[in-house]
Nanobody, 122 residues
Framework: VQLQASGGGLVQAGGSLRLSCTTSGRTFTSWTLGWFRQAPGKEREFVAASRWSGGTTYYADSVKGRFTISRDNAKNTLYLQMNSLKPEDTAIYFC????????????????WGQGTLVTVSS
């Protein structure tokens, strides 16, 4: 089972990036998929999550209105569209998968991707 995150990079404040997370090894259509991030010296924090159907999504208050999570189950891919980026969004972004009901705690997730670095310059 693998999750592979990509799409990170360097962007100026106010800019946009779209992260992708491809899944392989099993079908994740019944799974909740989420994005977390970890800045240097800080704990991993919840960013957004999508229930299996994609119709129910959750966001951290810090990204609500700026980030959009979506998934294409046919392509086994999860996305995170990030707009109006701020320097405080700088972090390594991870995608993860869980069958548990909880979605906002890293410990609830069973599988993790390797992370992709997002750097937002001021």
């Amino acid at each position: 089972v693998q999750l592979q995150a990509s799409g990170g990079g360097l962007v100026q404040a106010g800019g946009s990036l779209r992260l992708s997370c491809t899944t392989s090894g099993r079908t994740f259509t019944s799974w909740t998929l989420g994005w977390f991030r970890q800045a240097p010296g800080k704990e991993r924090e919840f960013v957004a999550a999508s229930r299996w159907s994609g119709g129910t999504t959750y966001y951290a208050d810090s990204v609500k209105g700026r980030f959009t999570i979506s998934r294409d189950n046919a392509k086994n891919t999860l996305y995170l569209q990030m707009n109006s980026l701020k320097p405080e969004d700088t972090a390594i972004y991870f995608c993860a998968a869980t069958l548990k009901f909880g979605y906002a705690i890293a410990g609830d997730y069973d599988y993790w991707g390797q992370g992709t670095l997002v750097t937002v310059s001021s």
